[in-house]
């Protein structure tokens, strides 16, 4: 089959960028730094490389001297290669059935691939276009983001408006995202053989109907229905040693994701209450936060419908939705700089062995993500 232009394009970067090795902890975006780089400078951007650490480069392209602003952000770290690929191997590009295969192909170079020929698209069509363009290929977002997006935002990184191309799927964009809890719940008991239950105090069982009053009572009524009830997860459980003995130490992780109209202190004051009427002389829990984000959301903003009618002007379904997972969304947005997250792929296989990205549904975006510039820069 011949392939267009833009095609050749799209399958020549993504398939560059693959063959980088950029898995995360280590990273290393500074081995494709220097060809994300070039490329952002022949369409005469202004580029910055910033990095926190000498080995994990941010890149940063600008362009348009208007006063109205977005960024379209990207990541070049990917997840470890895992097992089980088939294809090809996870740094050899491979196109076969209308896809690029490939560790990173759909998390995120491909996605990058798609949003620099949308800018390049966009700048040939409007060269003297009313406004700012950044285009940022950021590290470390598949860990902790400290390398990379809250490192640009604690350097102050600022734009009116942001799209991440990174996660959902083609015909969904993400608006808002749940706040997230972890903890870790200590239990602990009184060691005893198992014959002289009377004696012992039985941290398992313990922890055990601990858990079950939290996922019965941890419910909040008021909260914003745009999105789903808090969830608990209890992810992790572990406790005890032998049969014939009562167990004197248990302990459980659970990953809470709340909604919108509740913060995380709520969250938290609720879990002590609940702990601690469940507590007494036979039954001791000791509770840690591990991690916690609030719950955002992108209120109607232009940023939103330029991307919807976008979508209508190129007959792409389209639908605004509000996730459990956490993105980068959060830290752009809880910085000041609105944003929402769409991927050019219906089908998403992020860290899966045999990793792909559609190259029909990359050019379908490209056309989106144009006419979204279009929309975004006109709207006054
Ligand atoms: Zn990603």
């Known amino acids: 089959m011949k392939r267009s232009l833009l095609q050749q394009g799209l399958i020549d970067i993504t398939s560059k960028l693959i063959a980088f090795n950029t898995v995360t902890p280590f990273g290393n975006e500074t081995t494709c730094a220097p060809y994300i780089s070039k490329l952002l400078k022949e369409l005469n951007m202004k580029v910055k490389v910033l990095a926190k650490k000498k080995n994990r480069a941010n890149v940063i392209g600008e362009i348009g001297s208007g006063k109205k ?5 990207c990541h070049m770290d990917t997840v470890e290669f895992g097992k089980g690929w088939k294809i090809t191997d996870p740094l050899k590009p491979a196109i076969k059935n209308g ?8 998390d995120d170079k491909g996605p990058f691939a798609v949003a620099y020929c949308a800018v390049k698209k966009f700048i040939q069509k409007h060269p003297a276009f009313d406004g700012k363009i950044y285009l940022v290929a950021m590290a470390d977002e598949e860990d902790d983001n400290i390398y990379g997006a809250k490192f640009l935002l604690q350097k102050g990184f600022k734009a009116d408006a942001g799209l991440m191309i990174d996660g959902g799927y083609l015909n ?4 808002g995202e749940k706040g997230c809890i972890q903890i870790k719940i200590e239990s602990f008991g009184k060691q005893e053989h198992s014959g002289l239950q009377e004696h012992g105090q039985n941290a398992v069982e313990n922890l055990i109907d601990l858990i079950s009053i939290l996922k ?5 009524e008021k909260f914003d229905k745009r999105f ?8 992790l459980i572990t406790g005890g040693e032998m049969a014939n003995s009562i167990p004197a130490y248990a302990f459980g992780q659970m990953d809470i994701r709340f909604p919108l109209g509740i913060s995380s202190k709520e969250v938290i004051g609720k879990i002590e209450m609940l702990v601690k009427s469940t507590s007494g002389t036979n039954k001791k829990f000791k509770i840690s936060i591990l991690y916690a984000t609030e719950p955002h959301v992108v209120e109607s903003h232009e940023l939103i419908t330029s991307f919807k009618k976008a979508a209508k002007m190129i007959n792409l379904p389209m639908k605004a939705i509000t996730i459990g997972g956490n993105s980068v969304a959060k830290e752009f947005t809880q910085a000041g700089i ?3 997250v769409h991927v050019p792929a219906s089908v998403y296989t992020a860290h899966e062995p045999d990793e792909y ?17 279009e929309k975004y820069f006109t709207t006054k």
Do not use: Q
């Not at 019965?216 to 909040?220: G, P, S």
């Open 69 to 73: 602003s977005l960024v379209i952000a």
């Open 99 to 106: 896809r690029i295969y490939g560790r990173g192909a759909v």
């Open 172 to 175: 969904s964009f993400d608006y």
């Open 216 to 220: 019965n009572d941890l419910k909040f």
């Open 228 to 235: 789903t009830p808090l969830h608990l997860n209890t992810s």
């Open 338 to 340: 609105p944003s929402i």
């Open 357 to 373: 990205i559609s190259i029909k549904e990359m050019g379908t975006s490209v056309k989106l993500y144009v006419a979204f510039f």
